[in-house]
């Protein structure tokens, strides 16, 4: 059972650069999440999706974009890497409605130069 | 917004002690309470949460604690053991909208052996 899986585990980007970092989760959960973890400040949302074609912003969403057209997939791009997006990513999923566990992928750690 | 303060920021225990991790929050609406456990280099696992109409759950070693009327609540592992060492997250959502969660920033567990 993979649940969710996030690709690359590591990368270093350039300034300006742009990249995806992919999530695919296999639970046919509707709500995906998208989260950085920088450290010592927990876990902040950057974006999150109810359900294929539907997404909305989280607390953090600047300088990022999201898409989801199936229910497994919940890509997050970067368009112009900055150095304070420099930072460790989570997608997570979840079953429909409130109050519902969160599962949570290996991370990505990403770094900008 | 929700407000999750999460204390100490770090904890070192002796082996066979039993370790307490606080959490208040600010939303009197939040009423289910995840804790989360984040191994190095893994993402976050659920190790046990809580809704609001209980106010003590446990699972073998660990239990959950939770005071509405001061809107906080806290962590106690019995028996530490060193495989207990990681960071620990507290998060809060609340039932009416959707599964968003406000975590804490984060309490780094050392079990010395």
């Known amino acids: 059972n993979a649940g969710v899986t996030q690709t690359p585990k590591f990368r270093i980007l350039k300034i300006g650069q742009s990249m995806t970092l992919q999530c695919t989760q296999d639970?046919?959960?509707?709500?995906m999440y998208w989260y950085r973890q920088d450290p010592g400040m927990g876990l902040k949302l950057i974006y999150y999706?109810?359900?294929?074609?539907?997404?909305d912003k989280g607390e953090v969403p600047n300088g990022y974009n999201v898409s989801r057209s199936t229910t497994e997939d919940f890509p997050l791009r970067l368009e112009l890497a900055a150095p304070s997006q420099t930072s460790v990513y989570f997608c997570?999923?979840?079953?429909?409605?409130?109050?519902?566990?969160?599962?949570f992928g290996d991370g990505t750690r990403l770094s900008i130069l | 917004g929700e407000n999750v303060e999460q204390h100490p920021s770090t904890l070192s225990v002796q082996e066979g002690d039993s370790a307490v991790i606080k959490c208040t929050y600010s939303?009197?609406?939040?009423?289910?309470f995840p804790w989360y456990k984040q191994e190095l280099g893994k993402g976050p696992q659920l190790i046990i949460d809580?809704?609001?109409?209980?106010g003590e759950k446990k699972d073998q070693r660990i239990a959950v604690t939770l005071n509405k009327t001061a809107k906080h609540f806290s962590l106690h592992i019995t028996e530490t053991q060193p495989e207990d060492s990681a960071v620990y997250f507290c998060?809060?959502?609340?039932?009416?909208?959707?599964?968003?969660?406000?975590f804490g920033s984060g309490t780094k567990l050392n079990v010395k052996p």
């Open positions: 939303d009197s609406a939040s009423n289910y």
């Open positions: 999706s109810v359900g294929a074609g539907i997404t």
């Open positions: 809580i809704r609001s109409n209980v």
């Open positions: 997570a999923s979840s079953r429909t409605g409130s109050n519902q566990p969160q599962h």
């Open positions: 639970m046919n959960h509707n709500y």
């Open positions: 998060a809060a959502s609340r039932e009416m909208g959707l599964n968003k969660f406000y």
